[in-house]
């Protein structure tokens, strides 16, 4: 079965960066796309980006342009997302999702269980 | 970006009851349209996408309908289990947008 399996709890002062991981199994990594979602709390869910596992290609919300990269490594199935000058606004659980992919019909089908990154002085 | 915006925020619902969820999209985006459920402390799940095909294992009280710009969502019979919050977003653009989610509540 697919899983996602994301890397644990970080806390940061402003200023800093953050990696957070997302270890997948149960199907071909290169043959789907991962988007990275995030949620403030209490808030609703926030798109971050999209990486092709399959070639690297990546798209990123604007708002978050220049400070978020993502990347993959194929020989060990993992996805990454990094955010740098972290602020409080960046506070959240941050989910990465496998793409499922209907007729051209893209929708976030399997999730990771979340990663809560903290930024705090 | 593509606005999506959901209403109502909230509802009071009782178990039995029939439910409807409205998303709205700021320009067209056909039947580009996924709906999904989450619950406190959990991560989101994914229940329709094409705006009215259900995933496998969703029970068939869920449905969506809609295209172009409005979209709703309908669970009849709504059931314990079902007090969540629901979001629909769009996959026409590359760059995803989620609606401000609703929740359904007792």
């Known amino acids: 079965q697919v899983q996602l399996v994301q890397s644990g709890v970080e806390v940061k002062k402003p200023g800093a960066s953050v990696k957070v991981s997302c270890k997948t199994s149960?199907?071909?990594?290169?043959?789907?796309?991962i988007s990275w979602v995030r949620q403030a709390p209490g808030q609703g869910l926030e798109w971050v980006g999209w990486?092709?596992?399959?070639?690297?290609?990546?798209n990123y919300a604007q708002k978050l342009q220049g400070r978020v990269t993502m990347t993959t490594d194929t020989s060990t199935n993992t996805a990454y997302m990094e955010l740098r000058s972290l602020t409080s606004d960046d506070t959240a659980v941050y989910y990465c999702?496998?793409?499922?992919?209907?007729?051209?019909?893209?929708?976030?089908?399997?999730w990771g269980q979340g990663t809560l990154v903290i930024v705090s002085s | 970006d593509i606005q999506m915006t959901q209403s109502p925020s909230s509802l009071s619902a009782s178990v039995g009851d029939r439910v409807t969820i409205t998303c709205r999209a700021s320009?067209?985006?056909?039947?580009?349209l996924n709906w999904y459920q989450q619950k406190a402390g959990k991560a989101p799940k994914f229940l329709i996408y094409?705006?009215?095909s259900l995933q496998s294992g969703v029970p068939s009280r869920f449905s969506g309908s809609g295209s172009g710009t409005d979209f709703t969502l309908t669970i009849t019979s709504l059931q314990p289990e079902d007090f969540a919050t629901y979001y629909c977003?769009?996959?026409?653009?590359?760059?995803?947008?989620f609606g401000q989610g609703t929740k359904v509540e007792i």
């Open positions: 999702t496998r793409e499922g992919d209907t007729s051209g019909y893209i929708y976030f089908q399997h």
């Open positions: 149960g199907y071909t990594f290169t043959s789907y796309g």
């Open positions: 990486i092709s596992a399959y070639n690297g290609n990546t």
């Open positions: 320009q067209s985006i056909s039947r580009y």
């Open positions: 094409a705006a009215s």
């Open positions: 977003q769009q996959s026409y653009s590359n760059f995803r947008t």
